[in-house]
Every structure is written in C-alpha cells, then in structure tokens.
C-alpha cells in the first residue's frame, strides 16, 4: 500500500520544552481520583499540542503536587488538577508559608473552619493578593458545604439551624444568616458569603486533592525539602 501524501500524514506529538510530564501507564495509582492525568490524556494533550505549562513536582499521602512558572495572578496555568469530568474541583488560593498546614490538615485555616474558595481556578489563583509566589489548594467539592444556611421559604416558625454547624448569625438586608464563619472572620455579606464560602464537615486533608504551586522549580524544591519530615504526612519529590 502507499504511503499518504505528506501533507495528510498525522503530526507528530508536539514537544513541551521546560515541562516534564509523567505519563506512564500507571503513574496516578498512588493518587487521588483526579490528581494526576491518565495517560490517555497526556497523549490527548500532547497529540493536539495543548499547553501543558506545569510539572508534577510532588505526591503527599495521595495528593499531587504540581509547579508551574507562572505567578502572575492574572496568569492561571491551564494544566492543573482536577483531570477529568470528576471530581469537580473547589479552589482556594493561599499564602505559600502555609503550604505545611495544607500538607497536614487539607487547608490553611484551623480544621473545620469556615473559608472561602470558588468553583472558578482563575478567581482563586487571584489570591493572595500581592504575593510573589503563587499557591492555590484544590479540594474535591462533594467532600464540602456551604458556610452558612437561611430558614428554607416553606418552613414554619418551629425551624431552627444546626447550632452546632452554625453557630453564629448576622442580619443582611434584613435576611437573618446563620454561619459558620467566627464574629471576627467572614464578610457579613450574605451575597458574597453565598457565592464563596464552604467548609468540609469532614477530614479536610481526605477531599485535599492537589496543590499547585507558583515559581521557578528550584525554589518549590527547596521549600518541599524543607517540609519532609516535618509533619505526620508523606511527601516524596518526583525526580
């Protein structure tokens, strides 16, 4: 049989210079659902020159943790956890000196408190704002619930909250809120609480799927050394 034309021959794979990618077969077994591509995806990506602009730097306890060049907050890496139709991802950007409480815990605030994150990665990866290096945690969003919860339109005056989720309140417009959120934490805005505010009534660091971190590769290596060994929690580099 002859060959095609050349101008009718597949491409071939696209080459990512200065992004290592861990595609074997079986490369995201020691992770979370989600936390590391399949390999499927990887030739996907690769096949139909998709940007692939961050590397697989770290696992911890089945999280992936991910370094990208960018810190920009207006440049968000498109290559980042969650891979795939599930689990959707719940985003929250940090301060990067608290990388060893999201290691240990599942999040940068005290266990069970109340944050803000968002369904959107370019918003989080906004925050903090004037940081020079970037973080942001990525948590699987079914594990999670809203920080606060208003009397349903159809229940009668005997409603009352779950005290113990939600144990504070405030008055927006006239609409009574209950949080979780403490007095001197949250927004007292129900428009923005509603929007952005979450809590995991469970194990933070079980729905933390991955991390992602924000500048050059020898200064998140260092930084990662430094933390081995310096909590209850595993974490390997990826060579």
Request: hydrophobic content about 35%; some cysteine.
């Amino acid at each position: 049989m002859n060959s095609p034309p050349s101008n009718m021959r597949r491409k071939p794979i696209c080459e990512t210079e200065g992004v290592t990618v861990i595609d074997e077969a079986g490369s995201q077994d020691t992770t979370k659902p989600g936390a590391e591509p399949p390999p499927g995806l990887v030739w996907l990506a690769k096949r139909r020159c998709d940007t692939i602009d961050s590397t697989l730097i770290a696992r911890s306890d089945g999280v992936a943790i991910w370094q990208t060049e960018k810190t920009s907050s207006r440049d968000l890496p498109r290559w980042r956890p969650p891979f795939g139709m599930t689990p959707s991802g719940l985003f929250r950007g940090f301060p990067i000196e608290r990388l060893h409480d999201v290691l240990e815990h599942g999040l940068d605030v005290a266990p069970q408190s109340a944050f803000f994150a968002t369904r959107y990665p370019d918003k989080a990866w906004e925050y903090p704002v004037g940081r020079n290096l970037a973080a942001m945690l990525i948590l699987d969003s079914a594990q999670s619930a809203p920080s606060w919860v208003t009397k349903p339109a159809a229940a009668d005056d005997s409603w009352q909250p779950d005290k113990a989720s939600y144990p504070n309140e405030y008055v927006d417009s006239g609409r009574l809120v209950h949080t979780r959120f403490a007095r001197d934490r949250g927004s007292r805005h129900f428009t923005y609480e509603s929007m952005y505010g979450f809590w995991v009534p469970g194990d933070a660091r079980a729905a933390l799927l991955g991390i992602l971190l924000g500048g050059p590769q020898d200064t998140m290596r260092v930084l990662l050394e430094s933390l081995q060994g310096s909590g209850s929690y595993g974490l390997e580099l990826v060579p």
